[in-house]
């Protein structure tokens, strides 16, 4: 029975890295080499048509029909050139992952003949039959029409699959009826919103020049890899993405010597090569290293606009799956797939830069700018502040349950850290009595705005314990777990930071209005913000049962599980938020709403019948089989004459009958609470229900397991131990 564990052991024991070699040693050779980015467009369309879709790009805008004829035409030519035989609307539906359907550029012309064709219209739009995708009762599947329409925003590209070749044209995905079903569309509608309200705020207050400001994002992605064939030994990660049953190893992290230290070779080729691929698509990855728990690690490309750094890291998950078969590897993206370690999240370090190259968020040596700096910095904690349940909700996944508030992971209240420094700079903003200006500067330097340093980027205190922090030039954003498409934490961000600009300016102008100078009616609101939103703030340790007890006197709400939190969704301060900025309207919220909730019963659903199959049909056979060696040693003990009363054999024979015996009943009330839970019809009932009744079961059972785990003789034991999947490779 164990034969598949040991099989992949030794099959374990054959590995070498793979041959690797790199296009050059020069990244910037092949950088972008399989994207058709500016360089490429200019290169290949008319200036005139070149111009036209640039201008689309940067501000907005219909295509014309002739300039996607010309572009699809450009984009053809250089796609077949590099050998691309199928073209694919690509786009991110609900399911989290991304969607393709290739089709050929190849057209029969009548008379047996064929030619190669890519119309405007097909670059355009198209209507995949894609009638499967969660659309939360939007789409009723005899009617599968769903549209995916170019987004220009974010440049087309190829993929290379062994030899086969394919471009990619990134789309939104919305219905028949105009409903979006995907993440990039809402996400689009956000990004809007924060450049209009944003720009608005600088353009009046600070600087003329500022026309449009783009929110930047940074994606951390972290990441586990375990040999392809221990993972296919382990039916609760192929099935599940997480191990549900397994004791510790005697060896986890205590010693953090995975951390930061040496890439080991197998490792690093699969590193090397899956970063080639990235860089060729035009993703600006540059670092990579070890992370706490072992078999973890991280890569970071540069980051980008919101839009295309979302686009890239869904990419770069689909290419790190893809690359990893090629080493054996299996990359798991889920948020805890193994307990007693860390997690893994995809910190998002967000921040707002505009046309002209400032950073918003980043301090300045400059009075003036610094009074810039602190409107945004203020608002983007008091928007955090004012939908801090939002936010919350915005990370929420079955997956992630196990990891907020888990090992090393941010706790599920949300805080935001600032440092010592720049609460100093708000409390003494906060604590001064009503500004009088008289001239110049003097303002500022009442205000000690103008000492906040430059170079705060380089001394921000760490705090790893923050859901929110700000890291001197930009906030980070680490709830949001491993497997996750940053969209849905960026349209909250960006929505409610947009939301509460469009607040301050109405609050600043009704003052300036009364007859107060610009600054001084800026710098009151500031600190009346302050005051209401200093409760989000804090600087302590967010994993303490100090803060827990803090947080709830605070009124910050603490939601544990993924059922609870999606409750924030469908306020109506959450609805009157999204439906008048036109980012979703009440029936697509009620859709998506419906999605979540699926997809965590469906997800509770899985891992409770792979966990009572496992049990029942796994271990508790093996766990039987063992026993009855050791009653047959015991009679034959007793047969030889030996006193067996007190063998601690005995002991162990009783205990795995009382451990079987638990796993047994335990399963089988888990199994009835399943039913139970499947005959309830209203989504949001039957997730609660998944969630407390059903997943309640979860912690016995393994606890029962994995004391099996400890009594069964190893060469028994069917499952992939934990240290195994975590240490070899
Ligand atoms: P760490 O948090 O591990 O110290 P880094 O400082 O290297 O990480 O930055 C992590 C990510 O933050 C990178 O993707 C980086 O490009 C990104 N980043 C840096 N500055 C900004 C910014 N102004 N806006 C958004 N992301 C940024
Ligand atoms: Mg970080």
Redesign the pocket.
Known sequence: MSKIRFTALAELQKRKPVELTPPSSKISSFYGANIFGRETMRSTLSSDIFEQLTRTIDKGGKIEPHVAEAVASAMKSWAMGKGATHYTHWFQPLTGATAEKHDAFFEPSGDGRTIEKFKGSALVQQEPDASSFPSGGIRNTFEARGYTAWDPTSPAFIIENGHARTLCIPTIFVSYTGEALDYKAPLLKALSFVDRAATEVCSEYFDKNVIKVNA?????QEYFLVDRALYSARPDLVLAGRSLFGHTSAKGQQLEDHYFGAIPSRVHTFMVEFETEALKLGIPI??RHNEVAPGQY?C????EEVNLAVDHNQLLMDVMERVAERHAFKVLLHEKPFAGVNGSGK?N???L?TNTGK?L??PSSKPKENLQFLTFFVNTIKAVYEHNALMRASIASASNDHRLGANEAPPAIMSVFIGTQLSEVLDELEKNAKVKIDKGDNVYMKLGISKIPAILLDNTD?NRTSPFAF????F?FRAVGSSANCASAMIVLNTIVAQQLVEFKRDVDKLITKGQKKEVAIINILREYIKTSKHIRFEGNGYSDEWLKEAEKRGLSHIRDTVGALDAYLTPKTKKLFIDNNIFTDREMEARQEIRFESYIKTIQIEARVMGDLAINHVIPTAINYQNKLITNIKGLKDLGFDISDNPTMETIKEITDRITTIKIKVGEMIEARKVANKIEHSKEMAESYCHKVKAYFDEIRYNVDKLELLVDDEDWPLVKYRELLFLR
């Open positions: 930047s994002l940074g994606i951390e540059r670092t991280e970071a490309p540069t980051f910190h370090n967000w921040s830069i950073n968020l980043a760490r890291t001197g030039n930009k980070e």
